[in-house]
C-alpha cells in the first residue's frame, strides 16, 4: 500500500505541474479523467492484476486528479479597466504587514475587486492585521523582473499563490476602523517578544534571534542577509522546517508532564497558534503539518512514517493551493530538503565512521549533506549560483543552533518579566548568535564563497534529480542486503 500512496503523489504533482505549465482546456482535462476513471475500474473489478498494471493505473488517474485541481485554481482573469488610473477604495488588511526598509506590503481584500491587492504603503504607520483601511493610488499589476545572475523571476506566479492580482505602489493611506482578532492578538504577542529581545540583545545578535525564534529577519540588515544566502544558511533565518522541528520538539518536552492524549491534542493546539504567529508560510504549514500528524498517530497508536507524513502534508498543500507547486520557491526548496534528509540521510550516516558520534554530530553532518544535496540542482536553477562553503557553513552552525533558539527564547519571555533573568540568558545568547553571525561574515567573504553559473535548461534539473534517485535506490539495495531495510523510512509493503 505504501507503494501505491507514493506512486499517487508523484502522478498528482505531475499533473499539477503539467496544467500549470500548459493549458489544455476542459475538453482534454474531461478525456483524460473519464480514461482515468474507466482504467481504475477495469484495475477494481480484476481484470488486470499485476503490479505494475496497477501502478499505471493509478498513476494514470491522479495525473488526471491532478491536472483538473490546476486547471480549476486557475481563474478566468478579466484585467480591471481601471489598470493605470487612479483609484480609490476601502480593503481590509487580511496578512500581518510586512515591514520592509523602506515600506511596508500590506496585502488586502476589497468588495471592488476579484482578487488581492498589494500595497506598497509608507513605513511610517502603525499597519495591523485586519485594520480597514483607504487607498488612494494609481492601479498596476504585478510584473515578472530579471535578478542580478540573469534568472526572470516570475513575479506575477508568485503573488497568484496568493490570489495577488494587483499592486498598488506608495499610495495614500488612511487607516479606517481598527479590529481584535485572535489571530491580530497572537500577532500582537510576537511584537512584543520581539521588542523584549531588542532590550537585552545588541544589533544584529537581536535580529538574528527574532529569525531564528518567529521568523523576523527584516531588521538583520540587506548586507548580513545577504551574506547568509551566500553561505546557504538563510534557511534558520526564515525559520524553515529545521527550526519548526526543533520548536516541535520544545513543545513536546514541555508538556511532557501530561497524560498522553491531553498532551498531545494541546502539542496541536500549540503548533497551530504558533504557525499562525510566525505566518503561516508554505515551509511552516509542511513542517506543522508533519509535526501534528506525528502527534495524531501517537494519539491513535499507530506507527510515525515521516516520509509518509511529508506525502500527507505535500498532498493537502497542493489539494488546498495548487499554486505552491510551481510558483512557490519555499514550498519547493523546503519539500526537496525535507525528502533528501529522509531518504539521503539514513544512507550516509555508514559512509561517515569517521565523524564521531558525540553531540550527534555524525547524524547532523549526514543530516546536513542529505539536504544540501538534495536543493542543490533546484537552487541552482532557481539562483544561478552555488554556495561552495554552505556544508562547512552548515556543520559549523547547525549543532548549536537548538541551543541558541532554547536560550533566545528564554531571554525574550523573562525580559518581559524579570531583568537579572533575562541578562543571563541573554548574555549567554548574545554569544551563541555571535558566534553564528562571525562564521557566516568569516565564510562569506571568501572568493570562492560562491560561484556564478550560466542559464540552463529546466530538463537538467529534472535529469540530475534523476540520477539522485538512482544513487539512492542503490545506496537502499547496499543497505537492504546488510539486513538494515527497517532504517529506511521510505521502504514499505507494496500490498
Do not use: C
Not at 495548487?322 to 529522509?342: E, H, K
Not at 562564521?439 to 560561484?451: C, D, H, M, N, W
Not at 540530475?464 to 537492504?480: C, E, N, Q, T
Request: hydrophobic letters at 55%; zero cysteines; a positive charge.
Amino acid at each position: 500500500m505504501h507503494r501505491f500512496v507514493q506512486v499517487a503523489f508523484v502522478a498528482f504533482t505531475l499533473g499539477i505541474a503539467w496544467r500549470s505549465l500548459y493549458d489544455f482546456g476542459w475538453a482534454f482535462i474531461f478525456m483524460l479523467v473519464v480514461t482515468a476513471v474507466l482504467a481504475f475500474v477495469i484495475r477494481a473489478l480484476g481484470v488486470v492484476r499485476t503490479a505494475t498494471t496497477s501502478f499505471m493505473l493509478i498513476g494514470l488517474l491522479f495525473v488526471a486528479i491532478g491536472v483538473a485541481r490546476m486547471h480549476i485554481a486557475v481563474p478566468q482573469i478579466v484585467l480591471d479597466e481601471r489598470l493605470g488610473s487612479k483609484v480609490s477604495f476601502v480593503g481590509t488588511v487580511v496578512r500581518e504587514p510586512d515591514v520592509r526598509e523602506t515600506y511596508t506590503n500590506l496585502i488586502l481584500e476589497s468588495e471592488d475587486f476579484a482578487h488581492r491587492i498589494l500595497v506598497r504603503a509608507p513605513q511610517y504607520q502603525d499597519f495591523r492585521y485586519k485594520d480597514e483601511v483607504r487607498i488612494t493610488g494609481k492601479l498596476d499589476i504585478p510584473k515578472n523582473f530579471e535578478g542580478d545572475t540573469g534568472r526572470v523571476f516570475n513575479y506575477q506566479g508568485y503573488l497568484a499563490k496568493d490570489d495577488i492580482r494587483y499592486i498598488i505602489s506608495f499610495p495614500e493611506v488612511e487607516i479606517l476602523v481598527r479590529s481584535e482578532t485572535l489571530t491580530g492578538f497572537l500577532f500582537k504577542l510576537k511584537r512584543t517578544y520581539l521588542d523584549s529581545l531588542k532590550r537585552f540583545l545588541p544589533e544584529p545578535s537581536a535580529a538574528l534571534a527574532g529569525g531564528i525564534t518567529v521568523g523576523e529577519r527584516r531588521s538583520l540588515g540587506e548586507e548580513l542577509t545577504q551574506a547568509f544566502r551566500d553561505t546557504g544558511l538563510i534557511h534558520i533565518v526564515v525559520l524553515s522546517g529545521y527550526n519548526i522541528a526543533i520548536i516541535v520538539m520544545f513543545i513536546s518536552a514541555v508538556l511532557a508532564f501530561l497524560p498522553e492524549k491531553p498532551r498531545f491534542t494541546v502539542a496541536i493546539i500549540a503548533i497551530a497558534l504558533f504557525t499562525i504567529l510566525v505566518g503561516a508560510s508554505s515551509t511552516v504549514v509542511r513542517a506543522a503539518l508533519m509535526g501534528s500528524i506525528g502527534a495524531v498517530g501517537a494519539m491513535v497508536k499507530r506507527t510515525y512514517s515521516a516520509l509518509h507524513a511529508l506525502i500527507i502534508a505535500g498532498f493537502v498543500m497542493l489539494l488546498w493551493n495548487p499554486y505552491l507547486l510551481v510558483y512557490d520557491p519555499s514550498f519547493q526548496l523546503s519539500f526537496v530538503a525535507t525528502l533528501g534528509l529522509l531518504l539521503g540521510a539514513p544512507l550516509l550516516v555508514p559512509s561517515l565512521k569517521f565523524i564521531p558520534e558525540k553531540f550527534a554530530l555524525r547524524e547532523i553532518i549526514a543530516a546536513t549533506v542529505a539536504t544540501q544535496i538534495a536543493v542543490l540542482p533546484l537552487l541552482a536553477y532557481m539562483m544561478g549560483e552555488v554556495s561552495l562553503v554552505a556544508l562547512a557553513v552548515n556543520a559549523l552552525v547547525l549543532p548549536i543552533v537548538p541551543l541558541a533558539m532554547l536560550v533566545v527564547f528564554l531571554a525574550g519571555v523573562a525580559g518581559l518579566a524579570n531583568y537579572a533573568v533575562a541578562t543571563l540568558f541573554a548574555i549567554v545568547a548574545h554569544g551563541l548568535l555571535t558566534y553564528m553571525i562571525k562564521v557566516v561574515e568569516t565564510f562569506a567573504v571568501l572568493p570562492f564563497a560562491k560561484v556564478a553559473l550560466p542559464q540552463f535548461s529546466l530538463w537538467i534539473v529534472g535529469l540530475a534529480y534523476v540520477i539522485l534517485g538512482g544513487w539512492i535506490v542503490v545506496l537502499a539495495r547496499r543497505k537492504s542486503s546488510t539486513k538494515q531495510k527497517e532504517n529506511l523510512p521510505w521502504v514499505g509493503s507494496q500490498e
